[in-house]
């Protein structure tokens, strides 16, 4: 006996489907027997569910309700309760019926047909078994700010062991830059610091700076991550921070630094030179070039600082103590860490605060390394003998999960309206790095083109956000954060004029909106308009805007400029969509599996994010996610073994004929291939199905989404309305699509009826043309977007069969145009709709 | 949906969030009464706006759809309005001086018998090979624009 | 390379001086003007502001003149070129719309396929550097103030290969004829005379080019830089109506004309109102010195 149960979901199915008619048409068929319940997810329609399989000794279970991405699992834990929990199928008809279809009768029309589609495919069912998989008790964070060192201390603090991988020299990420945080004005660095030495020196946790992320490989529980640390050329345990290395005499006038710079590394102090000349003789004798030269007897010597080596020899044997070191590396270059603003030396740390304290040396710039000359200026120096020649490093790391924290960095507004190339034009970053104690002005606000303190500040809300040319969405933070630093630049300055130009003033959060009238107290314009252009008119900006309440044009005068630009996501967080591979929103972060209910969970198993990498947030978000990933990693790595279902392909050996066409196909190299026969290695297998696809003897097959489950699918359907456009969407992709249409409403025609399958790459070409022999009217597939298949290729692989079945298609008279494959992300519930009106018009 | 309404939504007018970019960069609305924003939100609203003489002051220049940030076509929509006010018989009669050139001559712009002097001593035909001196083709052109019926659209004519 | 001039009603019967630059020019750079029996564009700001079917259906009939002998349509004027870019775009992509105006221009035997590309002649040269290096005589050694103009940028779609907030395309041009482009504020902004404004408010359309005519006299350039006729009399005109400024203007094929050796009173470039005494008196001195 199979037993239907109907969900009215409230009003949400029964509002759109008549279910009296449904019951009706079911209760027609011998082995049915059908129940309704207003929320069948409900305990009381669980436990419905659970009586009536019991009662009724049922062997089969069809639940027509939502989609199985939302609550699939409630009801596959339920089933499982009194039977295999793989004897059961669902029927999607809310998100892709009653939610997408504008009329009820053909609402009800479509569900009956997913219904019987669903029946007919139950029917297939096998058990399928659980096989447990050793787990990793080792985790990595990639990415070390904020939010990454957060969850990297939650989880080390439950007894995991944490690899803490971080591509900058130091870890901190862009908190660390910043002057004061919203909405209390903390100091960030005085905030940030002691989670800086946590994560550091945590007995469970291993920084891995100025590293990258190569590969991801493996499975949940067991990933492998390859690494690759660029070298430091100084010792990272002989290095002790002290400085000498790195000291200097350049004293900024304005905070900018465009080019890099040459210095002097000696002084030679006229007063105490006796011009003997011992220096110049002993430089020609270690040294060709000499840097030093005596023009004649008496006089001081001439110095060339780009034939000096730093060997110190003048400065050692100097009789009169006449030569100083002033820059033991006498090349001077734009500050990372200050954005430009201030600079920094060949070896250097990014910031007096940085953590871990360890000097490196850049080999772009540094005249050892990249060869200019055999220079020995810190080499000499220093006293722990530190800067050394030094390789890459690669790793392979294995760890049992993944958190993603990479964080956002600012979109580029170069060559845009906002005359970014203007010296006085800065983002909000660079300003925290002006008013930052330890930042190139010490804390004091200097513009970067003279160093003159401003006395008109202009903030620009909504640089690159809310603008469909740059990052449609809003930032989210930078309503604060300019109103933080508006206020900071008042406190300091009350003199100064300071205007915010704005679309909507966002407040909302705890203590955000008394934060923002205390702004406006404190003498702070809000401007209601968004800003047109920036012109430069010399040192000086006239920023173009209009004061919308009053609808009159304004052209403000401003010394200083500051753009609050658009969050967008970070170059790591962008490399690690592409090597994981991870799912990208529309918007270009890290999606979440679900962004209600699992917000830091990615549709990979295992594989969690937290903080900027997933959407722009404030810094006490990023701390809720990293606190909420690492309660779901202790839960994902409670046991010493995750339990996997058996979903997999299996090799039937009796047919077998060992071509190795599946090995071939498998991007998880999941098929062993060196016993006596063909097998499949469980934990490996992805479940994607692409070798059962390939097979000439049909001996590899998929436990689950089998060929006879897909086309007694098919069957269903079209028995029940001819009228069909049978749409095989990937359960990662154009399903979702398909989901997020039918949440939104979007209406499409009910002849599309969807056959869910774990990969478009799954699909044959048999399977594509068999709807065609049940008489249905076209086929389409709802694929991932091009080079995001869940499993690499799937999609790629599945275009080159379509175009066959395309062929075919048209030499049956068919007409290759009733097949297409559509490239859809989670993300497109419009693109799916689309899609499918597309292939409806055409069918 | 009255027409006004209607040639804001032709051009995506409904997508606007009132930032006002568009009369921050308006070279004409630092002129004159043009402010864009405003218009495209009476549009919005279904005003009749096509009486209003500010109409006429805009030059096109694109400044404010090219930057809009939610893609209104703001131009676009000045444009249809145009059109709608010219049925309505609300437009700058200078204009009319165009229209009958375009009509007699197949351009806005006719030759000056200075110009085709000066055209003649450079080196050029005296009189340029368009249709103004392709009488076939300029009866074509106008009756062209009588199936469109522009020039009773424009003197008011057509009912 | 073979094209269809479409010279635009100003250059024709305005500013001839225009015309026969353009002539001289492309005709050194060995490209084959082509000329047909062309209406107005209709220009973009009055006719398609009255009517948009009858503005479309006049940019397609002059379409269909250069489609007849399978040749793209080359303008000189961003009027012009903004026109007939909108409405080929229009009755290329829009075949409902491109049955439509063909059924009318159908009655006077005429028909539109949407085979026909609109080039903007700055385009063209951007694409031919090598040429112009090969035509320049001498180095013109002029800072020019350079106008755009808005029909040449925005909307962007014409142009998804310039950058519209930061173009440099002309400026690589005048460089190859050793001219250096002066940085004034709102370089890329209106000359006022778009839309119809130019006739129907003369206060608004004055009122704009003042304010671009003083920023650009705040870099003291030596004459203004064009590439569009209607800029072009809007700023020799302008000058005079306001009785204010007296920099003398240049369109694109002139400056390059005189650098191909060509005399300035032969392209006719003293028959401007504001006077170019200067620029004609510098050029003059160069050609001596060869």
Request: aromatic content about 6%; proline content about 4%; charged content about 25%.
């Given at each position: 006996m199979i037993g239907v149960f109907l969900c009215d979901c409230g009003t949400n199915i029964a509002g759109n489907t008549d279910m009296e008619y449904l019951k009706e048409e079911l209760s027609k068929e011998d082995d049915l027997i059908v129940h309704e319940s207003i929320f069948l997810c409900s305990q009381l329609g669980q436990d419905l569910i659970k009586e009536t399989i019991e009662k009724e000794k049922l062997d089969r279970v069809v639940i027509c309700s939502c989609s199985p991405k939302h609550h699939g699992d409630i009801f596959k834990e339920c089933i499982g309760e009194k039977m295999n929990p793989y004897l059961w199928e669902m029927a999607n008809i809310r998100e892709q019926?009653?939610?997408?279809?504008?009329?009820?009768?053909?609402?009800?029309?479509?569900?009956?047909?997913?219904?019987?589609?669903?029946?007919?495919?139950?029917?297939?069912?096998?058990?399928?078994?659980?096989?447990?998989?050793?787990?990793?008790?080792?985790?990595?964070?990639?990415?070390?700010?904020?939010?990454?060192?957060?969850?990297?201390?939650?989880?080390?603090?439950?007894?995991?062991?944490?690899?803490?991988?971080?591509?900058?020299?130091?870890?901190?990420?862009?908190?660390?830059?910043?002057?004061?945080?919203?909405?209390?004005?903390?100091?960030?660095?005085?905030?940030?610091?002691?989670?800086?030495?946590?994560?550091?020196?945590?007995?469970?946790?291993?920084?891995?700076?100025?590293?990258?992320?190569?590969?991801?490989?493996?499975?949940?529980?067991?990933?492998?991550?390859?690494?690759?640390?660029?070298?430091?050329?100084?010792?990272?345990?002989?290095?002790?921070?002290?400085?000498?290395?790195?000291?200097?005499?350049?004293?900024?006038?304005?905070?900018?630094?465009?080019?890099?710079?040459w210095l002097d590394r000696i002084k030679i102090h006229e007063d105490l030179c006796n011009g003997c000349g011992a220096c110049a003789k002993l430089c020609a004798k270690q040294n060709d070039p000499p840097a030093l030269t005596q023009k004649e007897k008496g006089a001081i010597s001439d110095y060339d600082t780009r034939k000096c080596v730093g060997c110190w020899v003048c400065v050692e044997k100097c009789p009169k103590k006449a030569v100083e070191i002033i820059n033991v590396c006498p090349i001077v270059v734009p500050s990372e860490f200050n954005l430009g603003l201030g600079f920094r030396k060949a070896i250097y740390v990014p910031d007096s605060q940085a953590v871990p304290l360890k000097y490196l040396r850049d080999p772009e710039t540094c005249l050892q390394l990249n060869g200019t000359m055999e220079c020995q200026g810190c080499t000499t120096i220093c006293k722990a003998k530190a800067p050394c020649q030094e390789a890459e490093e690669v790793r392979q790391l294995r760890v049992g999960a993944i958190v993603v924290a990479t964080g956002y960095e600012q979109y580029d507004l170069s060559g845009t309206e906002y005359n970014l190339e203007h010296p006085n034009v800065i983002t909000g970053l660079e300003l925290e790095r002006l008013i930052s104690p330890s930042g190139p002005t010490l804390g004091e606000l200097k513009r970067p083109s003279d160093g003159k303190i401003p006395q008109r500040v202009v903030f620009v809300q909504c640089a690159g956000s809310r603008d469909r040319r740059y990052a449609e969405y809003c930032s989210?933070?930078?309503?604060?954060?300019?109103?933080?630093?508006?206020?900071?630049?008042?406190?300091?300055?009350?003199?100064?004029?300071?205007?915010?130009?704005?679309?909507?003033?966002?407040?909302?959060?705890?203590?955000?909106?008394?934060?923002?009238?205390?702004?406006?107290?404190?003498?702070?314009?809000?401007?209601?308009?968004?800003?047109?252009?920036?012109?430069?008119?010399?040192?000086?900006?006239?920023?173009?805007?209009?004061?919308?309440?009053?609808?009159?044009?304004?052209?403000?005068?401003?010394?200083?400029?500051?753009?609050?630009?658009?969050?967008?996501?970070?170059?790591?967080?962008?490399?690690?969509?592409?090597?994981?591979?991870?799912?990208?929103?529309?918007?270009?972060?890290?999606?979440?599996?679900?962004?209600?209910?699992?917000?830091?969970?990615?549709?990979?198993?295992?594989?969690?994010?937290?903080?900027?990498?997933?959407?722009?947030?404030?810094?006490?978000?990023?701390?809720?996610?990293?606190?909420?990933?690492?309660?779901?990693?202790?839960?994902?790595?409670?046991?010493?073994?995750?339990?996997?279902?058996?979903?997999?392909?299996?090799?039937?050996?009796?047919?077998?004929?060992?071509?190795?066409?599946?090995?071939?196909?498998?991007?998880?190299?999941?098929?062993?291939?060196?016993?006596?026969?063909?097998?499949?290695?469980?934990?490996?297998?992805?479940?994607?199905?692409?070798?059962?696809?390939?097979?000439?003897?049909?001996?590899?097959?998929?436990?689950?989404?089998?060929?006879?489950?897909?086309?007694?699918?098919?069957?269903?359907?079209?028995?029940?309305?001819?009228?069909?456009?049978?749409?095989?969407?990937?359960?990662?992709?154009?399903?979702?699509?398909?989901?997020?249409?039918?949440?939104?409403?979007?209406?499409?025609?009910?002849?599309?009826?969807?056959?869910?399958?774990?990969?478009?790459?799954?699909?044959?070409?048999?399977?594509?043309?068999?709807?065609?022999?049940?008489?249905?009217?076209?086929?389409?597939?709802?694929?991932?977007?091009?080079?995001?298949?869940?499993?690499?290729?799937?999609?790629?692989?599945?275009?080159?069969?379509?175009?066959?079945?395309?062929?075919?298609?048209?030499?049956?008279?068919?007409?290759?145009?009733?097949?297409?494959?559509?490239?859809?992300?989670?993300?497109?519930?419009?693109?799916?709709?689309?899609?499918?009106?597309?292939?409806v018009s055409r069918c | 949906m009255n027409p006004v309404e209607k040639a804001a939504r032709d051009s995506n007018v409904e997508k606007c969030v009132q930032c006002g970019k568009c009369t921050a960069g308006c070279p004409s609305g630092r002129q004159s009464r043009l402010r864009t924003r405003t218009l495209v939100q009476m549009?919005?609203?279904?005003?009749?706006?096509?009486?209003?003489?500010?109409?006429?002051?805009?030059?096109?220049?694109?400044?404010?759809?090219?930057?809009?940030?939610?893609?209104?076509?703001?131009?676009?929509?000045?444009?249809?309005?145009?059109?709608?006010?010219?049925?309505?018989?609300?437009?700058?009669?200078?204009?009319?001086?165009?229209?009958e050139n375009l009509y007699n001559t197949g351009n806005g712009f006719p030759l000056s018998p200075e110009v085709a002097q000066i055209r003649a001593i450079i080196g050029l035909d005296k009189e340029p090979h368009d249709v103004s001196t392709a009488p076939e083709e300029l009866e074509k052109v106008k009756r062209i624009m009588d199936i469109t019926g522009f020039l009773e659209l424009v003197r008011g004519d057509r009912k | 390379m073979k094209l269809s001039l479409f010279p635009g009603c100003i250059a024709k019967n305005m500013y001839a001086s225009i015309e026969k630059s353009t002539r001289f020019v492309f005709d050194r750079l060995g490209v084959e003007l082509v000329d047909h029996r062309y209406t107005c564009c209709p220009a973009p700001g009055v006719f398609r502001g009255y009517d948009i079917d009858t503005w479309v259906t006049l940019g397609g009939r002059n379409l269909a003149e250069a489609e007849k002998d399978g040749l793209d349509v080359l303008t000189i004027c961003n009027g012009c070129y903004g026109s007939l870019h909108g409405s080929n775009q229009i009755l290329q992509e829009d075949i409902e719309k491109r049955e439509e105006i063909n059924e009318v221009l159908e009655q006077v035997g005429k028909r539109y396929n949407g085979g026909v590309e609109v080039l903007h002649f700055a385009d063209v040269l951007s694409t031919m550097?090598?040429?112009?290096?090969?035509?320049?005589?001498?180095?013109?050694?002029?800072?020019?103030?350079?106008?755009?103009?808005?029909?040449?940028?925005?909307?962007?779609?014409?142009?998804?290969?310039?950058?519209?907030?930061?173009?440099?395309?002309?400026?690589?041009?005048?460089?190859?004829?050793?001219?250096?482009?002066?940085?004034?504020?709102?370089?890329?902004?209106?000359?006022?005379?778009?839309?119809?404004?130019?006739?129907?408010?003369?206060?608004?359309?004055?009122?704009?080019?003042?304010?671009?005519?003083?920023?650009?006299?705040?870099?003291?350039?030596?004459?203004?830089?064009?590439?569009?006729?209607?800029?072009?009399?809007?700023f020799d005109q302008g000058q005079k109506r306001l009785q204010k400024f007296s920099i003398p203007v240049l369109h694109l094929n002139q400056v390059l004309g005189m650098a191909f050796g060509e005399r300035p009173k032969k392209l006719a470039i003293h028959t401007h109102l504001v006077s170019t005494r200067e620029i004609e008196k510098k050029v003059k001195g160069l050609k001596k010195n060869l």
């Open positions: 019926c009653s939610w997408a279809t504008e009329n009820k009768n053909e609402a009800t029309q479509k569900a009956l047909a997913l219904i019987k589609g669903a029946i007919e495919a139950s029917r297939t069912l096998q058990e399928i078994g659980q096989a447990k998989v050793p787990v990793i008790k080792d985790v990595m964070v990639i990415g070390g700010g904020i939010a990454g060192m957060h969850a990297a201390i939650e989880i080390a603090d439950k007894g995991f062991h944490v690899y803490l991988v971080e591509q900058n020299p130091n870890i901190g990420g862009n908190m660390c830059k910043l002057d004061r945080t919203f909405p209390t004005d903390d100091c960030s660095m005085c905030t940030i610091s002691p989670i800086l030495n946590e994560t550091a020196m945590h007995k469970n946790i291993d920084v891995l700076t100025m590293t990258d992320v190569e590969d991801v490989s493996g499975h949940p529980g067991e990933y492998t991550v390859t690494t690759r640390s660029r070298p430091r050329y100084v010792d990272f345990t002989a290095c002790t921070g002290c400085g000498d290395c790195a000291q200097t005499d350049l004293v900024m006038e304005t905070p900018t630094l465009s080019e890099p710079l989210k933070i930078c309503c604060m954060y300019a109103t933080k630093n508006a206020r900071l630049v008042k406190a300091d300055h009350p003199e100064i004029d300071v205007t915010i130009c704005y679309i909507d003033l966002r407040a909302a959060g705890r203590g955000y909106e008394e934060y923002y009238d205390q702004a406006r107290e404190m003498g702070i314009k809000y401007i209601r308009g968004n800003v047109s252009e920036i012109l430069a008119d010399g040192d000086e900006l006239l920023v173009r805007t209009e004061n919308t309440l009053l609808n009159e044009p304004l052209l403000l005068e401003a010394d200083l400029v500051v753009l609050s630009t658009a969050l967008v996501p970070s170059r790591g967080t962008k490399h690690l969509i592409e090597t994981i591979p991870l799912v990208p929103g529309k918007d270009g972060f890290i999606a979440p599996v679900h962004v209600k209910i699992a917000p830091v969970d990615t549709a990979t198993t295992g594989i969690f994010i937290a903080g900027t990498a997933e959407a722009p947030k404030p810094i006490q978000e990023c701390i809720t996610d990293a606190g909420a990933v690492a309660s779901r990693i202790a839960t994902f790595l409670k046991d010493d073994q995750l339990t996997v279902d058996l979903v997999t392909s299996h090799i039937n050996p009796d047919i077998c004929i060992k071509c190795g066409e599946c090995n071939e196909i498998c991007n998880y190299d999941a098929i062993d291939t060196e016993g006596e026969n063909y097998e499949v290695v469980d934990v490996a297998c992805h479940a994607c199905g692409m070798c059962t696809t390939v097979c000439p003897t049909n001996a590899i097959e998929l436990r689950y989404y089998s060929d006879i489950q897909l086309e007694k699918a098919v069957d269903g359907i079209l028995e029940k309305d001819k009228d069909s456009v049978i749409a095989y969407c990937c359960s990662q992709c154009g399903y979702n699509a398909a989901d997020l249409a039918g949440t939104a409403k979007m209406r499409y025609s009910p002849e599309v009826k969807i056959v869910r399958v774990p990969c478009s790459g799954r699909v044959t070409i048999p399977q594509m043309l068999y709807p065609f022999t049940r008489g249905a009217k076209g086929v389409m597939i709802g694929a991932c977007l091009e080079g995001q298949c869940h499993y690499i290729d799937g999609n790629i692989k599945e275009k080159d069969k379509v175009a066959l079945a395309k062929q075919v298609l048209d030499l049956m008279g068919i007409g290759g145009e009733k097949l297409e494959l559509f490239n859809i992300s989670s993300a497109e519930g419009a693109k799916f709709v689309e899609s499918a009106e597309r292939m | 549009a919005y609203q279904g005003e009749d706006v096509t009486g209003l003489p500010e109409l006429w002051d805009c030059t096109t220049c694109y400044n404010c759809a090219e930057r809009c940030p939610k893609g209104v076509n703001t131009v676009d929509t000045i444009i249809l309005l145009r059109n709608l006010a010219v049925k309505k018989g609300n437009f700058p009669k200078i204009h009319l001086n165009a229209v | 550097h090598d040429e112009i290096q090969e035509q320049k005589e001498f180095d013109l050694g002029l800072r020019l103030a350079v106008h755009y103009g808005c029909h040449y940028l925005r909307p962007s779609q014409h142009h998804e290969s310039v950058n519209v907030e930061n173009p440099h395309i002309v400026e690589d041009i005048l460089e190859l004829v050793g001219c250096e482009s002066v940085d004034f504020k709102n370089r890329l902004s209106c000359c006022g005379a778009g839309g119809g404004v130019w006739s129907s408010d003369e206060e608004v359309a004055l009122g704009v080019l003042q304010e671009k005519l003083a920023f650009m006299s705040e870099a003291e350039p030596e004459a203004i830089l064009d590439i569009c006729p209607f800029c072009h009399l809007q």
